[in-house]
Structure formats: structure tokens, C-alpha cells
């Protein structure tokens, strides 16, 4: 069988094109996919899929991660004033800060409840990001604390994913979901039974005491 030269070229270049259009996958990772009321849980956020000692490199993000507010909460908290929530850290690994200067323009904002900000802009040179780079870190951790039962969406939504150079990143985003466990159905009935038994002999005791 022959091969037409022309058409093993345009295949050729149909590929090398698709590798470039390649979209950048960012993931919600819960560590565990259950939890208690008042139960507290990691939740890392993920991109992936970025070109490994080349470009497109990361060079900054601008998201919102939301969640159902009603079965979760988070800690406003932010001791040191930094901008930053003290129980979220963005950038763990330190990868739009290689050298670790300090320059990043990053922070995190409430919106309103269920919805938090989170952005990082690197001042690192677009060639250490694009030579250097991880193609798969984590951009955010976090730490949520379960209010009520029941299942808790969370999603993400991009306000902006650049390169290094400042040019747009395509994307995909894969969210997640959490559940809230109810209390185990049997402890309730549980408990009754043991005062209801406690209240018994109680009661046979001090009959049995009485002259």
C-alpha cells in the first residue's frame, strides 16, 4: 500500500497543531469523599497537563472556588494580615515562585458566602517558568469544615489562566462533589435504650431499698 506524502504531511501537522491547542486541566481533589458535621477536610486544587520543561508554562491564575455554603464552611481567619486566609496556601510547591523571592502579587477575597477568590501572578522570567516548571501542581489547599448533611457541589470557576508571557490558557475544569454523612441512625436509639434501662433500675433499686 502506498502512502500519499501530502496527506502524511497534513496529518503530521493536524497533530503538532492539537498538541499545541491542548487544553491545561484543572481538578478539585478532596482528600477523602466523606465526612462528619464538624468534621474538617483538605481540598486541593490541581492543573495539570501543562507542557513539561516548555511552553505554555503557568504565569498566573484568577479563580473562584465555590461550594454549597449551607453543608460547609471556612475559616475567615487571616492572623498575619497578609491577604492570604490562613487556611489556604497557594502555591504549596512554589511553582510561580521558583526561587522563592517573594514577589508574587497573590491573595484570596470572601465574595459571599460559599465563594472564595483565590489568584497568583508570577514575576518570574517567562524562560525559568517554561524550563523549570512542574507540568502538574497544585495552585491552591485548602481547609473546609462540614456544617450539615447532605451533598455540597464544589465547582470553579476561572476569572483568568495565563502563560508566562501573559497570553490566555485554554482550559478544562473538573469539579467535585462532598458528602456530608447524618449521624449514624442507630446511636440515637442507641443512647435512649441505655437511660430508659439506667431509669429501670433505678426505679427497681430504690423499691427494692424501701422497708
Do not use: H, W, Y
Amino acid at each position: 500500500m502506498s502512502i500519499n506524502p501530502i496527506k502524511l504531511l497534513l496529518g503530521l501537522l493536524i497533530l503538532l497543531a492539537s498538541g499545541f491547542s491542548q487544553a491545561a486541566l484543572i481538578s478539585i481533589v478532596p482528600s477523602q469523599s466523606s465526612v462528619l458535621p464538624g468534621q474538617s477536610f483538605a481540598v486541593d486544587i490541581v492543573i495539570d497537563q501543562l507542557a513539561p520543561g516548555g511552553a505554555p508554562s503557568l504565569g498566573a491564575f484568577d479563580l473562584v472556588f465555590t461550594f454549597t455554603s449551607a453543608r460547609l464552611g471556612v475559616d475567615s481567619t487571616d492572623a498575619d494580615a497578609d491577604g492570604v486566609l490562613d487556611n489556604v496556601i497557594i502555591d504549596p510547591s512554589g511553582q510561580l515562585d521558583l526561587f522563592n523571592l517573594g514577589l508574587n502579587i497573590l491573595g484570596t477575597e470572601l465574595l459571599a458566602p460559599g465563594q472564595l477568590r483565590i489568584f497568583d501572578l508570577s514575576f518570574d522570567l517567562p524562560t525559568d517558568l517554561n524550563n523549570f516548571q512542574a507540568n502538574s501542581f497544585v495552585l491552591a489547599s485548602l481547609t473546609l469544615i462540614a456544617l450539615s448533611p447532605g451533598n455540597a457541589d464544589l465547582t470553579i470557576s476561572l476569572n483568568g489562566l495565563a502563560d508566562g508571557l501573559g497570553n490566555a490558557l485554554n482550559s478544562q475544569i473538573i469539579n467535585a462533589t462532598m458528602m456530608v454523612e447524618g449521624t449514624a441512625a442507630i446511636s440515637e436509639p442507641a443512647t435512649l435504650l441505655m437511660m430508659l434501662l439506667s431509669l429501670g433500675i433505678l426505679m427497681v433499686s430504690i423499691r427494692l431499698s424501701r422497708p
